[in-house]
């Protein structure tokens, strides 16, 4: 590769990988994928089988009305697609020549849009979600050659990473604002720690404690435990780290009387990461009559909308008969639905359930 071409290969890189962090990712990095393959067009389709619809469809410059058009019409009829995994494949190698220019696709669509130059790969990943990414050309332009094929393969691997890193950034953004909402909605409250001790986030019910300096106090972005020996204990936590010590439960005692519960658990980062979140420190009060949202028990375990409500019954008080009487359900129907509760939460037992459901993670 010509050293010229080298530089533009890097920057196609950084504009793959920086594009997990646009507001609409891969834009750019499409544009200039078009440019280096000499190409009037570059796609990028995420589906998952089965979909009549693609849930995500990208051409940068293209008519919206043609990509709109594909998306709603076209897209389940498209026989371009179930390439060989990760092999870059010609349309009408695809489909041979003939065949190509007969189907109702070319005539209906590839036709309008500009003939049938086009190279793509299908990735398909372990969630069964798939990745297709296409390069156009105009049928006024020469196709595609073997040194196109072979820059669109180079691309391929690295496709194939930041696609994967994008699902997880995605789960794990879902993941983080179900659980930070649901942990918010049961009245727990977050304080998360860098490894020198410093605040670097709280939820607005840390952000309540705080104001009341009724118990915990934040002073110079760090927490400040009138517990002399409970400010060791988390000092310590915090050098001992990359041993990854058990989570450290302790009592905040408060001058308006009654403590608070906390719990303090290592947030799992790799090695390599010396800075941001370190420790995370979830304090609710055990006095404090809890008002729990079906929606946030189920969303913070994974619980059915019945299973969610049964917890909630139980969590006021009540028998599992009361529970099940309460919410119109037969005994043994509620009996099988505490089971599946007992396994998401990891309780064993009904009062151990609601300690959990009350203490917010004690």
Same mark, same amino acid.
């Given at each position: 590769m010509a050293k010229r071409d080298q530089d533009e290969f890097s920057n196609l890189l950084a504009a793959l990988y920086g594009g997990l962090l646009e507001p609409? &990712?891969?834009?750019?990095? *499409?544009? %200039?994928?078009?440019?280096? /393959?000499?190409?009037?067009?570059?796609?990028?389709?995420?589906?998952? &089988? %089965?979909?009549?619809? @693609?849930?995500?469809i990208l051409t940068p410059d293209a008519p919206a009305a043609k990509t709109e058009d594909y998306a709603e019409s076209f897209f389940a009829s498209d026989p371009f697609k179930g390439l060989p995994e990760g092999k870059v494949t010609a349309f009408s190698e695809f489909l041979g020549g003939e065949a190509a220019r007969n189907s109702d696709f070319y005539r209906d669509f590839l036709a309008e849009a500009g003939g049938d130059q086009v190279l793509g790969v299908d990735l398909r990943f372990d969630n069964g979600f798939e990745a297709r990414l296409r390069a156009t050309r105009d049928r006024s332009l020469p196709?595609? %050659?073997?040194?196109?094929?072979?820059?669109?393969? +180079?691309?391929? @691997?690295? *496709?194939?990473?930041?696609? +994967?890193?994008?699902?997880?950034?995605?789960? =794990?953004?879902?993941?983080?604002?179900?659980? !930070? #909402? +649901?942990?918010?909605?049961? #009245?727990?409250?977050?304080?998360? /720690?860098?490894?020198?001790?410093?605040?670097?986030?709280t939820n607005a019910v840390a952000d309540r404690l705080i104001e009341a300096a009724d118990g915990i106090v934040v002073a110079d972005w760090r927490l400040r435990l009138r517990d002399a020996g409970q400010r060791r204990m988390i000092e310590a936590m915090l050098k001992s780290l990359d041993d990854h010590p058990a @989570? *450290?439960?302790?009592?905040?005692?408060?001058? !308006? #009387?009654?403590? /608070?519960? $906390?719990? $303090?658990? @290592?947030?799992a980062a790799p090695a390599f990461m010396r800075g941001g979140a370190a420790l995370a420190l979830f304090i609710s009060d055990p006095n404090q009559e809890a008002r729990l949202d079906p929606d946030a028990v189920r969303d913070l375990f994974q619980l059915t909308r019945m299973e969610a409500n049964l917890a909630v019954a139980l969590a006021g008080g009540g028998s599992l008969v009361e529970a099940a009487d309460a919410l119109g359900i037969a005994?043994?129907?509620?009996? =099988?639905?505490?089971? !599946?509760?007992? +396994?998401?939460?990891? $309780?064993?037992?009904?009062s151990q359930l609601v300690h959990l459901l009350h203490g917010g993670l004690q």
């Open positions: 609409t &990712p891969w834009e750019e990095f *499409l544009r %200039g994928f078009a440019v280096w /393959l000499d190409a009037t067009y570059a796609t990028l389709i995420l589906t998952a &089988p %089965g979909m009549t619809i @693609p849930g995500t196709d595609f %050659g073997m040194a196109e094929r072979e820059a669109f393969q +180079a691309i391929v @691997p690295h *496709l194939r990473q930041a696609i +994967a890193l994008f699902e997880r950034l995605q789960v =794990s953004g879902a993941e983080h604002g179900v659980y !930070s #909402g +649901a942990v918010e909605q049961m #009245g727990v409250a977050a304080v998360i /720690l860098d490894r020198q001790g410093r605040v670097v986030r @989570p *450290l439960r302790f009592r905040i005692e408060r001058m !308006s #009387g009654g403590d /608070l519960a $906390a719990v $303090a658990k @290592p947030i005994h043994n129907t509620a009996r =099988s639905h505490l089971r !599946s509760i007992f +396994a998401k939460t990891g $309780a064993r037992r009904q």
